[in-house]
């Protein structure tokens, strides 16, 4: 099973920009379907980006979409989330996933590598 460490996360006012990084351990990372999730308080844990294992494939919630890009470096095992023009409703913990599965899953369970998550917090 993938290991999955996110890095990254932080303090940053709306219109502002930060970068997660998610370095993972294991020899098969270039198989896995990466992910972002992302949990607000008192909402439960939801999909906002993902990449499959070739990069071929992409997807965004509609939340962020044009504002961030997913992208990863499998000979550095690691993925990237670049965030752009961050606005409040932003803030949330982000969790890094990893899942063998083909495509692009959109539930938690499909996802069974998990990090331990990074706070970013967008201030008005």
């Known amino acids: 099973q993938v290991q999955l460490v996110e890095s990254g996360g932080g303090l940053v006012q709306a219109g502002g920009s930060l970068r997660l990084s998610c370095a993972a351990s294991g020899r098969t990372f270039s198989s896995y379907t990466m992910a972002w999730f992302r949990q607000a308080p008192g909402k439960e844990r939801a999909l906002i980006a993902a990449i499959t294992w070739s990069a071929g494939n992409t997807y965004y919630a509609d939340s962020v979409k044009g504002r961030f890009t997913i992208s990863r470096d499998n000979a550095k095992n690691t993925i990237y989330l670049q965030m752009n023009s961050l606005k409040p409703e932003d803030t949330a913990v982000y969790y890094c996933?990893?899942?063998?599965?083909?495509?692009?899953?959109?539930?938690?369970?499909?996802?069974?590598?998990w990090g331990q998550g990074t706070q970013v917090t967008v201030s008005s």
């Open positions: 996933a990893a899942t063998i599965t083909r495509g692009i899953p959109t539930t938690q369970r499909s996802y069974d590598g």
